[in-house]
């Protein structure tokens, strides 16, 4: 056994945590931290974010001792990615906004990015766009709202259509003939609602969801580490205020497979 640790700021790692943990079952032992005394990261000044997550890593990482932490967030990854390798030594695995197979696959040549504001404010997004998307059309668009609705529907809550419409709308333009054909979901929560983001789109479009080749890249990492003995265990979920201890995220991370919620920190 390989033991994993998915890191985010809220829900959306679970898409990624739900991709590993099917292929690596039998190989994996996956805990899941959710930065609930953090979130959202959007509002965060960067040098106070970074430090947030070096320190916090720093202590998590020394109690649950995993073998590969992936950083199920853009934001973070952005922000903190590198500062984190140098700091924990623990192979990362981090998360970036899936431009270049967007490059790949567009045939108009128009590009959506749906992504937090912070994550479509970077140097970091500017220079994926320069290197592999510099022959086409990039709307970005820093959706305010969007991570907060997936998080909700995740736990039950109801989802507003219009809503959602109005959300994703500034990532499609039309220009004669042509029109967005590919849009990026360029945080890990928004694969959480793919169906009702495509659902809410004015067309239909290619939604790219980089959770699968996260999760492949992750298993890789983790199968080059000596393997644990021991069987397969359920691993836990943790959050890092006791106010998200709620009894929906019991019942969710219940329902995700994890043996149980605590808090750490």
């Known amino acids: 056994?390989?033991?994993?640790?998915?890191?985010?700021?809220?829900?959306?790692?679970?898409?990624?945590?739900?991709?590993?943990?099917?292929?690596?079952?039998?190989?994996?032992?996956?805990?899941?931290?959710?930065?609930?005394?953090?979130?959202?990261?959007?509002?965060?000044?960067?040098?106070?974010l970074r430090r947030r997550l070096v320190e916090l890593m720093g202590r998590v990482a020394g109690r649950l001792s995993p073998d590969v932490v992936v950083i199920a967030c853009n934001t973070a990854s952005v922000v903190a990615l590198a500062a984190l390798r140098a700091a924990v030594d623990v192979p990362f695995v981090g998360t970036v906004p899936a431009i270049k197979p967007a490059a790949r696959i567009t045939r108009s040549g128009i590009i959506g990015v749906l992504a937090t504001p912070s994550t479509v404010r970077r140097e970091y997004t500017a220079a994926l766009i320069h290197t592999y998307a510099y022959h086409c059309r990039v709307i970005l668009h820093g959706a305010e709202k969007l991570a907060a609705m997936a998080e909700a529907r995740l736990l039950g809550e109801g989802l507003d259509m219009r809503a959602l419409k109005e959300e994703i709308a500034p990532a499609f333009a039309s220009e004669g003939d042509r029109r967005t054909d590919a849009v990026v979901l360029g945080c890990t929560h928004y694969p959480l609602i793919k169906n009702e983001i495509a659902e809410a789109a004015p067309w239909p479009v290619e939604l790219i969801d980089p959770s699968p080749a996260i999760a492949r890249r992750a298993l890789e990492v983790a199968l080059a580490c000596p393997e644990r003995e021991g069987a397969e265990k359920a691993g836990t979920a943790f959050v890092t205020s006791p106010e998200g201890l709620t009894g929906a995220r019991r019942d969710l991370f219940r329902r995700e497979g994890f043996a149980g919620l605590e808090v750490i920190g």
């Open 1 to 48: 056994m390989r033991r994993v640790l998915v890191f985010d700021s809220g829900l959306g790692g679970l898409s990624v945590a739900r991709e590993l943990a099917a292929l690596g079952a039998g190989r994996l032992s996956i805990d899941y931290v959710a930065d609930s005394g953090g979130f959202p990261y959007g509002g965060w000044p960067e040098d106070e």
